[in-house]
T-cell receptor, first 111, second 116 residues
Framework: DADVTQTPRNRITKTGKRIMLECSQT?????MYWYRQDPGLGLRLIYY???????NKGEISDGYSVSRQAQAKFSLSLESAIPNQTALYFC??????????FGPGTRLLVL | AQSVTQLDSHVSVSEGTPVLLRCNYS??????LFWYVQHPNKGLQLLLK??????LVKGINGFEAEFKKSETSFHLTKPSAHMSDAAEYFC??????????????FGKGTKLSVKP
């Protein structure tokens, strides 16, 4: 079984809809992250959490919110989706040694 | 501030020839540096990691990278390309200190094509 799972893997939604992307991990790590990937731009950090009570904005948090429901679960919400949020979204986890482990990604299309 | 620049957006090699993917970094501190690989429609996988031990770092699948502080470079190499190496490669630097400790800064990626 994969250590970091993301659901759904693919999602098509319409402008203005609220959607949630979910991430679960079995690695026992305290730190979790959400990134988006756009062609030619690499990965950019949206939000990160160093433990259940700690939530921090990343480079591009506008239009997004997160919830850390448990050590193993970190969800990303788009309150009102817009077309420029069409991207590939990755969840990642890490221990204190910096190496991050990535999920398989969620491909989101906002029409 | 930390940053990372991948000097080539696309590299094409023939199978069996050497691979060189170039990366330069900027950091106010002694950085941790990583190379990640992303195969088509897959997540990111760690290839190798530098954390101030040996300057030549060996990774998976025959890849290695050399940390050169004087040149602020961390280029990725492989002696002989294989078709399965075709993927996108990301050079990454990490914040070593402060509230963002452990956060990664990604380069924009280099797409490697391998011709038969």
């Amino acid at each position: 079984d994969a250590d970091v799972t993301q659901t759904p893997r693919n999602r098509i939604t319409k402008t203005g809809k609220r959607i949630m992307l979910e991430c679960s991990q079995t690695k026992g790590h305290d730190r979790m992250y959400w990134y988006r990937q756009d062609p030619g731009l690499g990965l950019r950090l949206i939000y990160y959490s160093f433990d259940v009570k700690d939530i921090n904005k990343g480079e591009i948090s506008d239009g997004y919110s997160v919830s850390r429901q448990a050590q193993a679960k970190f969800s990303l919400s788009l309150e009102s989706a817009i077309p420029n949020q069409t991207a590939l979204y990755f969840c990642a986890t890490s221990d204190s040694l910096e190496t991050q482990y990535f999920g398989p990604g969620t491909r989101l299309l906002v029409l | 501030a930390q940053s990372v620049t991948q000097l080539d957006s696309h590299v094409s090699v023939s199978e069996g020839t050497p691979v060189l993917l170039r990366c330069n970094y900027s950091s106010s501190y002694s950085p941790s540096l990583f190379w990640y690989v992303q195969h088509p429609n897959k997540g990111l996988q760690l290839l190798l990691k530098y954390t101030s031990a040996a300057t030549l770092v060996k990774g998976i699948n025959g890849f290695e990278a050399e940390f050169k502080k004087s040149e602020t470079s961390f280029h990725l190499t492989k002696p002989s390309a294989h078709m399965s190496d075709a993927a996108e490669y990301f050079c990454v630097v990490s914040h070593p200190y402060g509230g963002s400790q452990g956060n990664l800064i990604f380069g924009k990626g280099t797409k490697l094509s391998v011709k038969p």
